[in-house]
Nanobody, 123 residues
Framework: QVQLVESGGGLVQAGGSLRLSCAASGLTFSSYAMGWFRQAPGKEREFVASITWNGGSTYYAGSVKGRFTISRDNAKNTMYLQMNSLKPEDTAVYYC????????????????WGQGTQVTVSS
């Protein structure tokens, strides 16, 4: 039973920071590339960041580059997203996902998804 569980979301003022976590179970974590996606009300799900199986390479959407940092700890079966300098437009449900393929930004290529965690940034 594969399970991805996000945590760390909440309410923060513009300019603040949050650290999201994604705990994985039921899979060989180090065999998967991982990604973060987000979906705001009335909008399509969009790519945020991705990381290779060993954390050797990362990739970011232009909208978050320089503000967000993706990382992983394979010994803990956990992926993280450090979000700094948050903006109201970052408000969304954030999802973690796993893919047993090379790192990708395409949501439909991911094999497993978490339930999402709400991030709300007030102005």
């Amino acid at each position: 039973q594969v399970q991805l569980v996000e945590s760390g979301g909440g309410l923060v003022q513009a300019g603040g920071s949050l650290r999201l976590s994604c705990a994985a179970s039921g899979l060989t974590f180090s065999s998967y590339a991982m990604g973060w996606f987000r979906q705001a009300p009335g909008k399509e799900r969009e790519f945020v960041a991705s990381i290779t199986w060993n954390g050797g390479s990362t990739y970011y959407a232009g909208s978050v580059k320089g503000r967000f940092t993706i990382s992983r700890d394979n010994a803990k079966n956990t992926m993280y997203l450090q979000m700094n300098s948050l903006k109201p437009e970052d408000t969304a449900v954030y999802y973690c996902a796993a893919v047993r393929r090379p790192r990708t930004t395409i949501a439909r290529e991911y094999d497993y998804w978490g339930q999402g965690t709400q991030v709300t940034v007030s102005s």
